[in-house]
């Protein structure tokens, strides 16, 4: 069983920026084993994948629509996974959730998770 905690959502205005966690630290396994992704749900819309990061956390994918802004890295010795989110956009709104997975990240950032967290509210205004 894996447990994920996320935190560091809030309100921000165009171009703010905001650092996101997921936190497994509850575990006394780590990260090691498990690709992290980062989705999202905006209002009203399905969810989508942002950001993963292979359990190495050397290889990063992200949708197009945050290339450039978002970046995942992942601290191992504390079981935790970041999202730093530079450059926000109303757009981007949404909750975000981190959640788990033995496979392999995959470039679509699709998959059937197994681990979720509770999520986190990121509200970007104009």
């Known amino acids: 069983q894996v447990h994920l905690a996320e935190s560091g959502g809030g309100s921000v205005q165009t171009g703010g920026s905001l650092r996101l966690f997921c936190d497994g630290s509850?575990?006394?396994?780590?990260?090691?084993?498990?690709?992290i992704t980062w989705f999202r749900q905006p209002p009203g819309k399905e969810r989508e994948g942002v950001a993963a990061i292979s359990p190495s956390g050397l290889r990063t994918y992200y949708a197009d629509s945050v290339k450039g802004r978002f970046t995942a890295s992942l601290d191992s010795g504390k079981n935790i996974v970041y999202l730093q989110m530079d450059s926000l956009k109303p757009e981007d709104t949404g909750m975000y959730f981190c959640?788990?997975?033995?496979?392999?990240?995959?470039?679509?950032?699709?998959?059937?998770?197994?681990?979720w967290g509770q999520g986190t509210q990121v509200t970007v205004s104009s």
């Open positions: 509850r575990d006394t396994h780590t990260y090691s084993g498990y690709c």
């Open positions: 959640a788990a997975d033995v496979q392999p990240c995959t470039t679509s950032l699709r998959g059937d998770y197994p681990y």
